[in-house]
């Protein structure tokens, strides 16, 4: 609902009639309601596609530690880590223990909170980096080396065969101590492909237990992502949001059988940030809304519900546009019993604030507050 919709406008009476009788063609006739034979929200139904199952890497506190002047202290990583676990994520992404030695101690304290999800580390495929993970007792580790050319003639300068003799040598080391790996290419999408499915195949003989690829420039489409991920299947995802298509091809790469998408709350990571959390829950949670809902009811605005996410609607009053009926409902939210005059008022003061300066939710909230107050003084 927009907030600035009073509901005393002209079509909310034929909107109520559409609702319950369904829509009327011009020649006044009701059409069957139900699912369209075809329709752009029906989902890709195959036998590649795991959109119905998959598994988040949430990533915030490795690629969102990437984020420009992002910074978590310990408490708040915890804080991070115990709010995703809750939310029902399959695995946690720490920053490389190697970073600093604070990060070597929240690895440790992070693996230690004995959450449901498991606790990954995110390293360079190297022996050092691998030993030290295995030191702070995550659950996981994932190996990563670029393979693109770009990558590999400015960044570690190894060969193809180089890459793959250090991984092999590395994921045989991960495995021996019982600790989960997973192998994954950096800038996959300009590696060659020839390349690449022969480095995948050896490490996949090494038994290594996930293997990932990863759009590290962003510069991928939802189109490229599906032929690449149908080429090499059961894999998981990292994508960069660069040229805003993080979500589309995390959706896109679900569609050709990817098994695991790289998340990070709100998208933060380096540059434009990766798939967002949020952002590819929503595009997943709208493939299971029937169709037949949106058609009963064409006033619905919104496609996605709140108590999805574990939240409640909040329709925005902060602004000089601002209805009241939707100050009517933050104040009933808020358990403030007002008559429709008393909302009028209140609503004409929060106007002329927000003419003056932005508002926060919280200071509206303290202005119906105070208001109410006032109202039960007199
Ligand atoms: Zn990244």
Known sequence: MCGTCNGNSNSTADEAAVATNGPTTSNGTHPVQGQPKSSPYQSVQDYLSNVGRYKIIESTLREGEQFVNSFFDTETKIKIAKALDS????????????????????CKTIANLGLKAKILTHVRCHMDDAKKAIETGVHGVDLVIGTSSYLREFSHGKSMEMIQKTALEVIAYVKSQGVEVRFSSEDSFRSDLVDLLTLYKAVDNAGVNRVGIADTVGGATPRMVYDLVRTLRDIECHFHNDTGCAVANAHSALEAGATHIDTSVLGIGERNGITSLGGLESSLKLLSIHAKAILANPSTYEIISPEDFGLSRYVSISSRITGWNAVRNRADQLGLHMTDDQVKEVTAKIKQMADIRPLAIDDTDSILRSFHLELQQA
């Open 87 to 106: 939310f029902g994520v399959d695995y946690i992404e720490l920053t490389n223990p190697c970073s600093s030695p604070q990060s070597f101690e929240d």
